[in-house]
C-alpha cells in the first residue's frame, strides 16, 4: 500500500511546516491522480449533456455517465443497471427512499426501526416522513462497547414494521453490523432492509445480492470519488412501484397539457428518479475511482485498515489520560477510533493535533444519539484508508503523548 502514496498529490502537502497525515477518511477520501486526470479529460474532451441531443459530445457523454454506472453496478453486484441511481450522495439516496417509497408505504400506526448509532442522515429523513404520516420510529439499543444490541433490535421488528434501517459499519466506532442477519429477521417479518453504506462500501467488497439488501446508499466522495456523486441500490421490483422522488427533465416520458390537463407518464428506471441534467463528472470520476479500489484489492484494503486499527489501538493504550470508545476486539469493526483526551475538549485535541500537520475530526459526528449514550458531548475521531501507515500512527502516537503531558 505504501507505493499507493505517490498517487496521491496532496500527500505530499505540508500543513504548518510538517508533512501532512490525513486521518479523517470517514468524513472524506482524498483522491488519487486517476481520480483527478479522468475528470480532467472529461472536461478539456467530452463536455456535453446526457441522453439528449444527437452530436458526437452528448453521445460521448452518456457514454461516459453510463459507463460509470456500469462500474458501480459491477462494484456491489447489482443484477443490472435498472437498480443503481446516481444521487448526490448517501444522504440523498436515504432521503429519496424515505420521501418515495415513505409516502407511499407509511402510515398510521406503521414502524420504522433504526438504531442508536445511526448517522443523523438515516434518521431525520425517517423522522420526517413518520411525522407526515403519523407512522412511529423505534430505536434499537446500542451496547456500552458500541455494538449493536441485536436481540434488541430482533424483538424491535414485529408486524408493523414496515421498513429496517442499519449502518453497515457505524461512523462513529467502525463496529461492522451484521447485516445479514438483521435483513434476514426483517424480511421473515414482512420488512425491508436499508443499509447506509456510506462506511461500508469504501472498504470491503459488497455484494448487495448475498446480503440480500433491498436498498444500499453510499457516497463517491468517502472512496476516492468526487463529491456530489453516490448511489442507491434498490431492488428493481421495489424501484419499479416508487413512485418519482424528483420531477423535470430526464425523469418523464411524456408530458401533454392538451386540452388544459396534464397527463405525464415517467421515464424507465433507472431515470424516472434522476431529474434533471445529472453529475455527469461525477460518475466519471467515481469510475476512475472503483477501478482504482479494485486494483488495490478491496480485501486487501480492508486487512490493512484492520492491521492499522490493531496498531493505533495498541499504541494509544500505552497512554493514561487517553480513554478510547468501541469495541475492543478489533475483528469486530474497522479502520475509525474515536477517543478523548482527559478534561481536554475534542475541538481542542483537534486544534493541538493540526498545528502538527494531522488532521483528525472533532464533534459528535453527525451521530448526537450514540455520543448521548457515551455520555459525551463529543469525541476525537482517527480514521483511516488505504494510503495511511504505520509510521504515521507511530507520529499520532507521539503527539498524543506530548498532548497527554499537557
Ligand atoms: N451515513 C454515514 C454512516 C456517514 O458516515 C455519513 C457521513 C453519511 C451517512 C452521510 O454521507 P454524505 O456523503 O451524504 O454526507 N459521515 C461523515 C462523518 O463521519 N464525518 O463527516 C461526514
Not at 420510529?137 to 442499519?166: F, H, M, P, Q, W
Not at 475509525?336 to 472533532?362: C, Q, W
Amino acid at each position: 500500500m505504501q507505493a499507493l502514496r505517490q498517487d496521491f498529490p496532496i500527500l505530499q502537502r505540508k500543513i504548518n511546516g510538517y508533512p501532512l497525515i490525513y486521518f479523517d477518511n470517514a468524513a472524506t477520501t482524498q483522491k488519487p491522480r486517476q481520480v483527478i486526470d479522468a475528470i480532467t479529460d472529461y472536461y478539456m474532451n467530452h463536455n456535453g449533456n446526457v441522453h439528449r441531443g444527437v452530436h458526437t459530445l452528448s453521445a460521448e457523454a452518456t457514454d461516459l455517465y453510463e459507463r460509470g454506472r456500469e462500474c458501480a453496478v459491477e462494484f456491489i453486484n447489482a443484477k443490472s443497471t435498472h437498480e443503481l441511481i446516481f444521487t448526490r450522495g448517501t444522504t440523498e439516496a436515504i432521503n429519496l427512499v424515505a420521501y418515495s417509497w415513505g409516502m407511499q408505504n407509511l402510515n398510521r400506526g406503521d414502524e420504522v426501526l433504526v438504531t442508536l448509532m445511526e448517522h443523523h442522515s438515516n434518521i431525520v429523513p425517517w423522522e420526517l416522513i413518520a411525522r407526515s404520516k403519523g407512522a412511529t420510529i423505534k430505536y434499537a439499543r446500542v451496547n456500552g462497547d458500541g455494538t449493536l444490541d441485536y436481540e434488541d433490535y430482533e424483538s424491535k421488528i414485529t408486524k408493523n414494521t414496515k421498513i429496517c434501517c442499519l449502518s453497515h459499519v457505524s461512523n462513529v466506532t467502525g463496529v461492522i453490523n451484521d447485516v445479514k442477519r438483521v435483513g434476514k429477521a426483517a424480511h421473515d417479518n414482512g420488512a425491508l432492509m436499508l443499509v447506509d453504506g456510506a462506511q461500508s462500501v469504501p472498504h470491503m467488497k459488497i455484494d448487495v445480492q448475498d446480503l440480500d439488501m433491498d436498498f444500499l446508499a453510499f457516497s463517491g466522495h468517502k472512496m476516492l470519488g468526487p463529491t456530489g456523486i453516490g448511489a442507491l441500490f434498490g431492488k428493481e421490483d421495489i424501484l419499479e412501484k416508487m413512485p418519482p422522488f424528483q420531477g423535470g427533465g430526464e425523469m418523464i416520458r411524456e408530458v401533454s397539457v392538451a386540452g388544459g390537463n396534464c397527463s405525464v407518464s415517467y421515464n424507465e428506471l433507472p431515470y424516472k428518479f434522476e431529474a434533471g441534467t445529472p453529475d455527469i463528472s461525477g460518475s466519471v470520476g467515481l469510475r476512475a475511482a472503483i477501478k482504482y479500489l479494485e486494483a488495490a484489492g478491496m480485501d486487501k484494503v480492508l486487512s490493512h485498515e484492520k492491521e492499522l486499527t490493531e496498531y493505533a489501538a495498541k499504541r494509544m493504550k500505552e497512554l493514561q489520560k487517553v480513554t478510547v470508545y468501541g469495541p475492543s476486539d478489533v475483528s469486530k469493526k474497522c479502520g475509525i477510533i474515536p477517543f478523548a483526551v482527559k478534561s481536554m475538549s475534542s475541538h481542542d485535541t483537534a486544534l493541538f493535533f493540526d498545528n502538527y500537520g494531522i488532521m483528525l475530526r472533532s464533534g459528535y459526528h453527525c451521530a448526537q444519539p450514540l455520543h448521548e449514550l457515551f455520555k459525551l458531548t463529543s469525541s476525537a475521531r482517527a480514521s483511516f484508508y488505504l494510503y495511511n501507515t504505520k509510521e504515521e500512527i507511530d507520529r499520532f502516537a507521539e503527539i498524543l503523548g506530548e498532548l497527554e503531558k499537557l
